[in-house]
């Protein structure tokens, strides 16, 4: 199965946790450099999220913009059927999924029906396998 990489994002460590979309990030070992998380916990270094998740808010009738489920990467095919050790490949960067993206009371600030129309549908959490590389938007995406 492959995809692309389709917008990247980093989380500022301010009062708002401003989320900036980049065309390209770096990342290492501890994740994505200038991320508010960077460093905080090796098991969940990078989010990815599908757009297949924004595709099921809308026709749910929410409507919220790319990056408000706190990614880093939003790639075009959906990565949430990988188990945990399983591997991706994102342009020359290989990542190991961890686990699945637990829910978060943030969600409801957005609206009250995202946590469990989102249950198994917001994301999964991986690490990087190798690196530092960059990762740009474009980039191929192979699982």
Known sequence: MQGKVVA???TKDDANKTREMHSEIDIDAYGVL??????KDLQRTILITATESYELTKENGID???GSLG???LIDINPYHLLPGERLHV????????QNCTLCKGLSTLNSKLPKLLKNDR????????GPHSIQIGDSVKI
Do not use: Q, R
């Open 34 to 39: 200038g991320d508010k998380f960077y460093a």
């Open 64 to 66: 919220i913009a790319k």
């Open 123 to 130: 994301g999964i959490f991986a690490k990087v396998i190798n």
């Open 71 to 73: 990614e880093n990467l």
């Open 8 to 10: 990247l994002y980093i």
């Open 91 to 98: 342009g020359d960067t290989l990542l190991e999924i961890t």
